[in-house]
């Protein structure tokens, strides 16, 4: 092998990585560098997230990306900077539930994308749905036993609105289940096409929804009052609301799936409403819940959790905060589970919060616990200012004097150690990358 060809072979790996590299930007715009601070890539996607969703027209963008991105590297220079002092692990918990957060919230725009999908002839009948409207009774219940229960009642001829009273968990319960006149279009999928067949005076059998089960009585029909506008008039307000509606039941629906994953255990849940501090180490090995019908979840799984709430908190406050965790660490598994975490929008959105935690923790470090002021200082401000303080003395105007030199002194040292910072950096900007960045007419940037 010749010395060209070893050293071809030798820088191979890096020249692999460039040319990667090199063709994931021209892919990827927004993966495309803006600047980069001692050696750090800014993207165009980190820097288009922080940039206004309006710009006046009569403005210079170039000016306003300029200061943006000023503000940016500043941004990412503290947080190198808190990287330098070890303040990493100060910010990891928060990093970790940062991420959960993010990914938990991308899962759901991917289980709700398809209701954004709305058809023509949907919203044709979604407006042939507002023109009538429907006065209906509800019954709620929680337990499948108790919908036995409710069928049997009616099917002996007790009158709905009284089941409602004594059976329904809603809070029109008290009302008979009366929900009024509302357009039939707005009830979920299931108890809207058996409501369709009904005449006034029946009610639906038991429905499943969302973990519960509904039963509908029809009072009766009638035109929309008052009419409604032209479907041309009111277009773009009806797509919005029924595409909201639509990702609201997927949303509810997906919800419901994962609350079926998980079986609460009545000892478990006995522990988790004591107080935090009284559970026992025996206690903390009973199971609370059983996911997907085979692994154990312990109350030590839950605790951190318990030690948010004090003591005289609502029991049913911490049995919802619980099955909040337990739900939401599915979610975070099946997310981790389809790759979510490589996106590069949650790989950006990931990066700014931990840039905004360092910049948190450097200035609690650098500034709060560091800049301090004596008694003397805070009297010296004060007899040097006391016609600020009219009729107030000393030990009245303290705190307040004292949080003002505070203020002072510690702008003061942000500045100072973010100039510092600047100073020593290695930056550069990709003007044309810079120059190229515009504004979509939605308002978005790329």
Request: charged share 30%; aromatic share 6%; proline share 6%.
């Amino acid at each position: 092998m010749n010395a060209v060809s070893l050293s071809l072979f030798r820088f191979w790996p890096a020249l692999l990585s460039a040319v990667l590299l090199l063709a994931v930007c021209r892919s990827d715009p927004a993966r495309r560098a803006v600047a980069r601070v001692n050696g750090r890539a800014l993207t165009v996607s980190e820097l288009a997230a922080t940039l206004p969703d309006r710009v006046d027209p009569m403005r210079n963008d170039s000016t306003v990306k300029r200061r943006y991105l000023e503000e940016l590297i500043i941004k990412e220079l503290v947080a190198q900077e808190a990287e330098r002092r070890g303040l990493e692990e100060v910010t990891s918990h928060h990093e970790e539930l940062g991420l959960k957060a993010f990914l938990i919230q991308e899962l759901y725009r991917r289980v709700t994308a398809a209701g954004r999908e709305v058809t023509p002839e949907g919203l044709d009948s979604a407006y042939g749905g507002l023109a009538t409207e429907l006065r209906l009774r509800l019954i709620e219940v929680a337990e499948e036993s108790v919908a036995r229960r409710v069928t049997a009642e009616l099917a002996q001829g007790v009158p709905f609105e009284s089941l409602a009273v004594r059976r329904s968990v809603l809070p029109n319960a008290a009302s008979g289940g009366d929900l009024g006149w509302l357009p039939g279009v707005w009830l979920e999928t299931p108890v809207r096409v058996l409501v369709e067949e009904l005449e006034p005076g029946e009610h639906t059998p038991a429905v499943p929804v969302r973990d519960r089960w509904q039963f509908v009585k029809l009072e009766g029909r009638r035109e929309a009052d008052p009419p409604l506008p032209p479907l041309e008039q009111i277009r773009g307000e009806l797509l919005v609301r029924l595409r909201q509606f639509r990702q609201q039941l997927l949303a509810r629906e997906y919800q419901s799936q994962v609350r079926r994953r998980l079986e609460f255990v009545p000892e478990g849940i006995a522990v988790i409403i004591k107080p935090a501090d009284s559970i026992t180490p025996a206690e903390k090995e009973v199971p609370v819940a059983i996911r997907d019908g085979e692994k154990y979840v312990k109350v030590a799984r839950l605790m951190h959790v318990l030690r948010r709430f004090p003591p005289a908190l609502d029991s049913a406050m911490r049995c919802y905060a619980v099955e909040r965790e337990l739900e939401e660490d599915l979610m975070y598994e099946e997310a981790l589970a389809l790759g979510l975490d490589r996106l590069p929008s949650v790989r950006d959105s990931v990066a700014r919060y931990r840039r905004r935690l360092l910049n948190q923790a450097l200035y609690q470090r650098a500034v709060v616990e560091s800049v301090k002021v004596s008694e003397a200082e805070i009297r010296d401000r004060f007899e040097a200012n006391r016609d600020e303080f009219p009729g107030a003395d000393f030990a009245t105007a303290a705190t307040q004097v004292e949080a003002g030199l505070l203020n002072e002194r510690r702008d003061t040292a942000w500045r100072e150690l973010v100039e510092r910072l600047r100073s020593e950096a290695k930056i550069t900007i990709d003007e044309r990358v810079l120059r190229d960045i515009g504004q979509n007419p939605d308002g978005s940037w790329q």
